[in-house]
């Protein structure tokens, strides 16, 4: 195995040394409970676009299907109670053939696809938010995801690693995973053995959708209320995610089981840039410099596998 492979975790290693140096409260149960919050949310978020960067394509309609998917569950906790969960799921799978069918039958990359996406949901986010938040007052709902079944680890832990565990399963097992895989590494060579190339990437959309939309039902019932901006930070992050943890950006390397250490460097990286204050803008700076790194390092990487 590579050092390639071991990389994010000496990262994780090194940046929680650097992190708890600056600031001991880093290193405290009471944070380490809030980075697991926030991994979590973002591990089910990934999972999905894991499966859409395989194939080399990119999807930056996450935040906006989490955040309208969120808004929804709110607004329909009071009635449904934990069933809005399902709701929310519905949303973000409807949302997310959406962007497959656009993206197959009009031929416009996916990046536009799913930016128009985005803009439009927006809309959509603020006409039923009415601009504004929507408390969830059931109990029970926000107990979902933030009751302890162990001491300092969230119910939401739970949720998000069966969630992982199934999609590392479904691209390491299945003829869905081979076959994002495949498309990813060589889409035209993938046609001529006869794979269903478009309908593939219609599911891989549909999975990302379904998966935001769960996220973002989760992330309500973990805020305790709906925003129209709560999903923000999900279109960013899960891209970072994804490459940090060994998915090349270009599709046809990695997989799902590398992304949870990238979704730990991300974690961590914005806990720790929180809790020594650093100003959020070049939190953001930084964030893209991490993308930048991971790809430059991705294709330093391929470039000496096809050397060799």
Same mark, same amino acid.
């Given at each position: 195995m590579s050092f390639g492979r071991f990389a994010p975790l000496l990262v994780l290693v090194v940046l929680g040394l650097v992190f708890a140096t600056l600031n001991p409260v880093f290193a405290?149960?009471?944070?380490a409970r809030n980075i697991l919050y926030l991994a979590s949310i973002l591990l089910v978020a990934s999972c999905g676009a894991t499966f859409v960067i395989l194939m080399g394509s990119i999807d930056l309609s996450v935040g906006a299907i989490a955040t309208v998917s969120g808004?929804? &569950?709110?607004?329909? !906790?009071?009635?449904l109670g934990a069933g809005a969960l399902v709701v929310a799921s519905l949303v973000g799978l409807a949302v997310g053939i959406v962007n497959g069918l656009l993206y197959v039958y009009l031929r416009i990359p996916s990046i536009l696809v799913t930016l128009g996406t985005a803009t439009s949901l927006t809309g959509v986010i603020l006409f039923?938010?009415?601009?504004g938040s929507i408390p969830i007052r059931d109990t029970g709902y926000v107990a979902l995801t933030q009751m302890e079944p162990v001491p300092f680890v969230p119910m939401i832990v739970? %949720?998000?690693?069966?969630? %992982?565990?199934?999609?590392?399963?479904? @691209?390491?097992?299945?003829?869905?995973?081979?076959?994002?895989?495949?498309? @990813?590494?060589?889409?035209?060579?993938?046609?001529?053995?006869?794979?269903? !190339?478009?309908f593939v990437k219609i599911q891989a959309f549909a999975l990302s959708g379904a998966l935001c939309g769960l996220c973002g039902a989760l992330l309500a019932s973990r805020l305790g209320t709906a925003t129209g901006s709560m999903g923000d930070f999900l279109m960013l992050?899960?891209?970072?995610?994804?490459?940090?943890?060994?998915?090349?950006?270009?599709?046809?390397?990695?997989?799902?089981?590398?992304?949870?250490? @990238?979704?730990? !460097?991300?974690?961590?990286?914005?806990?720790?840039?929180n809790i020594i204050a650093l100003h959020p803008y070049l939190q953001t700076i930084i964030k893209g410099c991490v993308i930048l790194v991971a !790809?430059? &390092?991705?294709n330093r990487t391929l470039s000496a596998r096809e050397a060799t």
């Open positions: 405290t149960p009471d944070n808004v929804v &569950a709110a607004l329909l !906790v009071p009635k039923l938010s009415d601009g739970v %949720y998000a690693i069966i969630i %992982y565990a199934i999609c590392v399963l479904i @691209g390491d097992r299945t003829r869905f995973g081979r076959m994002t895989l495949a498309i @990813g590494g060589d889409e035209q060579t993938t046609k001529l053995v006869g794979v269903p !190339v478009d992050e899960t891209i970072t995610a994804v490459v940090v943890g060994g998915t090349a950006i270009t599709g046809g390397v990695g997989g799902v089981a590398r992304t949870l250490l @990238g979704v730990l !460097v991300v974690a961590m990286l914005s806990n720790g840039m !790809v430059i &390092a991705m």
